[in-house]
């Protein structure tokens, strides 16, 4: 065998960009507030995670509206994800048409002081975060409203030396953190450990998320 690396035990993280996010972005961030402002009303009756002060957590049927902005988000999420998993699993253009998707989709309102702790998805296969406006970065926090993943090889960093500190990615040790620009689509596996570190501009992020679970339909049966 000749020398070779490969990255054996890789976790696919995929990224995509609404074209000309902006005027679909005014749209959804009008939407969302107006729905926010309604409390209760729109708000998760029972949320799996502790609500932290800052964040408004909408309940998880957002795809279903029936707005124009909402149907077109949805659209490209979906497309972008059902490229991702025909790629990833190398189905046919027969498997894809036969694939089923099942989900849960809400939006999140942070303002200064917000973040959401550390977790997984349970229960699902792929999960998604959709940018609506990342809010602003004070200069003096760079870190402000970070989407952040952890290294799922929980093991790789318990002996430090010279010849695996300064491991390139996908090798490397720690976290990967997303800065979010409007309009960015992420996508990852539902068990993948994230977090959302502390928001401090003056105003708001707006993010929606997704998670989802699949089936494949049963071919018709001939005779």
Known sequence: MPFEINPVFAVPFVQDRFPNADQLNAQLKQLLLARENEGERYANPSPSLKQQAGVFESDFNLFSWPESCVQQLRQFCWATLGRAIQELNGYSAEEMR???????????????????????????????????????????????????????????????????????????????????QPGQLVLFPSWLQHEVLPFYGDDTRITIAFNCWFGMKETAQSG
């Open 98 to 180: 036969r694939l089923q998707i099942f989900s849960h989709t809400w939006f999140h309102v942070t303002r200064n002081g917000g973040f959401t702790i550390l977790h997984t998805h349970p229960m699902a296969s792929w999960s998604g975060v959709y940018c609506v406006d990342p809010g602003t970065t004070p200069e003096d926090r760079p870190e402000s409203g970070v989407l952040r993943f952890h290294n799922p090889h929980h093991y790789s960093n318990y002996f430090l030396d010279s010849g695996n500190l300064r491991l390139r990615a996908p090798y490397h040790h720690g976290t990967w953190s997303v800065r979010f």
